[in-house]
């Protein structure tokens, strides 16, 4: 729904519908973690997204998600100029999750 919302120009209202979703969804669950990944993705900055990345791979380091949020975070170190802490995240995706293929 959030996609489609998006796809029609209503990233605001996607957004809200993510929010909702991260808030009725239990802590620890598959279901939080795929929500918070999709807030992330479409958020309207940066900062948001960094925000929702950090959550996943702090709160849901299990998830299929989670490698994938490291890399964005490295990504997002890198557009900003940080090449040291983009090499920080990797470090902590090999870590976390050694043989995923992010």
Avoid: K
Wanted: hydrophobic content about 50%; overall charge neutral; proline content about 5%.
């Amino acid at each position: 729904r959030a996609l489609r919302l998006v796809e029609r120009g209503e990233g605001g209202a996607a957004r809200l519908a993510l929010d909702s979703l991260v808030g009725l969804a239990a802590p620890a669950s598959a279901a939080r973690a795929e929500a918070l990944w999709w807030r992330a993705v479409l958020a309207a900055d940066a900062a948001d997204a960094e925000r929702d990345y950090r959550t996943i791979t702090a709160d849901h380091a299990s998830s299929p998600r989670a490698a994938e949020s490291w890399l964005r975070l490295a990504q997002l170190a890198l557009l900003r100029g940080r090449p040291g802490q983009a090499e920080v995240e990797l470090d902590r995706l090999l870590v976390a999750q050694p043989d995923t293929p992010a």
